[in-house]
C-alpha cells in the first residue's frame, strides 16, 4: 500500500460511515408492511449512529411495495426533516452510498441516512422474485429468469477454463456455513455443508444446483454517511470511505447476457476504487461480495484481478475464502444464509456486513484485526458490478 503522502487526497477520503443496521430478517415478517420495516430500519442506524433527525440534511431512503415505490421525500416527511437532499439512487446500495459522499463532499448536505426495507412483496412463490423478472417480451417468453442469465456465464466460463461444479459447490458450502454460526442468519443453524451436499441438491438452471442460488426473504437495514470531522461526535468508531465505482453494461434482466459482454463486469470499477484507496487487492482482508449464485465469487475473484482470468476456480480451494483464509467471503452468510430481502435491502447489507468486520462486530464469524473490507453489488447476469471499499483509517 502506498503511504499517505504517495497518495492522492480523493474528496471520499473525507467521508465516514457512522452507522449500520440491519433490522430481523425472516423469510416472512407477519405483521410488517415495507414501509414499516423500513422505518425500522432507519431508526435502528440512528441509534447506533447516536444521532436524531435534527441531525439529518440528506435521505437516501425507499422501500417497495405493491402499491409502489415510497420515495425518500416521503421517509423525509415521516421523520419530520426538512429541508433535506434527497437522492435518486432509493437506498440502491453501494451507489446510495457513494451518491451520498458525492452530495457531501461538493456541499449539498453533511448527513445522509440510507435505508431500504421490505416486506410482503414476494407473494407468488412459485414464480421468480418480482425484483429479478425480465422486462420484456424478447426475454420472458423463454424463460430466461435471473437463474438462467447467470447461469449462462457461469457455464460459458466452465467451457472456457475448465472451472467445475466442485469448485462452484466449495463457495456455496463456505458461505452457507458462514450463515450456519451466525445467530442473525434466517439459514442459521441449517448446515454445516459439504460441497457434496450442494450438489445432491436439485438442479435449477445448469451448472447451478438450488444450493448454489440465493434465497428470498423480507427484512430492512439503514446506513449514516457523514463527514470525518462529525463522525468523532457520533457514537461509533468510524468507517472510512477509500474509494468506490459503478460499472453498467446494459439494464439489467431486460437482455440475455453474453460473456464477452459482461463477462468482467466490474473490472474497471475495482481499478477506479482501488486507485482511489491507492491499494491493490493485497490489501484487502474481508471480501463481502455479491453472492446472488455461487460462480460470481469466482468471477469476481478474477474481474478485480486478485487472480489471472480462467484461474478463479482453483483460487478459491484449498481454504481460501474460509474465515481464516487469506480473502474470507460474505462473513454473514451473505445472500444464501444471512438474508436477501428484496432488491435494495441485499444490496445495502454488503455494506453493513463489512461495516461490521471493521467495527470488530462480527461475532463468532470476526476475522482477525480486519483493516480494509470490500464490499460489491450485483453480477454479470445482470449487467452490473459496483465496487467499493472500506477501511478504519483514514488515507
Known amino acids: 500500500m502506498r503511504t499517505q503522502t504517495e497518495m492522492a487526497k480523493h474528496p471520499f477520503h473525507d467521508i465516514v460511515l457512522a452507522g449500520v443496521h440491519n433490522t430481523v430478517q425472516a423469510k416472512r415478517l407477519d405483521g410488517h408492511t415495507s414501509e414499516s420495516i423500513t422505518l425500522e430500519a432507519v431508526r435502528g442506524v440512528m441509534d447506533d449512529a447516536g444521532i436524531t433527525p435534527r441531525d439529518i440534511d440528506g435521505v437516501s431512503v425507499a422501500s417497495g411495495g405493491r402499491s409502489g415505490l415510497f420515495q425518500p421525500s416521503h421517509f423525509a416527511y415521516l421523520l419530520g426533516l426538512g429541508p433535506a437532499w434527497n437522492g435518486w439512487t432509493n437506498g440502491q446500495g453501494i451507489g446510495a452510498v457513494l451518491e451520498a459522499a458525492s452530495a457531501i463532499a461538493t456541499g449539498q448536505c453533511h448527513t445522509v441516512i440510507i435505508g431500504a426495507g421490505s416486506a410482503g412483496v414476494y407473494t407468488e412463490l412459485a414464480s421468480t422474485a418480482p425484483w429479478t423478472r425480465p422486462h420484456n417480451e424478447f426475454v420472458a417468453s423463454w424463460g430466461l429468469f435471473t437463474a438462467a442469465e447467470f447461469a449462462l456465464i457461469a457455464r460459458r466460463h466452465m467451457h472456457m477454463y475448465g472451472t467445475t461444479p466442485w469448485q462452484l459447490a466449495t463457495v456455496s458450502a463456505t458461505i452457507r456455513n458462514n450463515g450456519h454460526i451466525n445467530p442473525d442468519a434466517i439459514y442459521q443453524g441449517r448446515g454445516p455443508f459439504t460441497p457434496q451436499d450442494i450438489l445432491d441438491s436439485r438442479m435449477v438452471a445448469d451448472p447451478f444446483h438450488l444450493l448454489d442460488c440465493a434465497m428470498t426473504s423480507e427484512g430492512g437495514c439503514g446506513i449514516i454517511v457523514t ?167 483514514q488515507p
Open 227 to 393: 463527514t470525518a470531522e462529525r463522525a468523532r461526535d457520533m457514537k461509533q468508531p468510524p468507517i472510512y470511505l477509500l474509494g468506490g465505482a459503478r460499472e453498467r453494461n446494459g439494464p439489467s434482466y431486460c437482455y440475455p447476457p453474453t460473456w464477452e459482454q459482461t463477462g468482467y463486469v466490474g473490472r474497471d470499477a475495482a481499478r477506479k476504487s482501488f486507485d482511489m484507496a491507492g491499494m491493490t487487492h493485497e490489501d484487502v482482508d474481508d471480501c463481502e461480495f455479491y453472492d446472488p449464485f455461487s460462480f460470481e465469487i469466482i468471477r469476481q475473484f478474477e474481474a478485480f484481478g486478485f487472480c489471472g482470468e480462467g484461474e478463479g476456480g482453483d483460487f478459491i480451494m484449498n481454504g481460501a475464502i474460509e474465515l481464516d483464509g487469506k480473502y474470507p467471503i460474505c462473513t454473514d452468510g451473505g445472500l444464501m444464509s444471512f438474508s436477501h430481502g428484496g432488491s435494495a435491502v441485499q444490496l445495502l447489507q454488503k455494506v453493513i456486513a463489512g461495516v461490521k468486520q471493521l467495527r470488530g462486530e462480527a461475532g463468532n464469524r470476526q476475522l482477525s484485526d480486519p483493516r480494509v473490507a470490500m464490499s460489491t453489488n450485483g453480477g454479470a447476469g445482470a449487467l452490473f458490478t459496483d465496487v467499493m471499499l472500506m477501511g478504519k483509517e
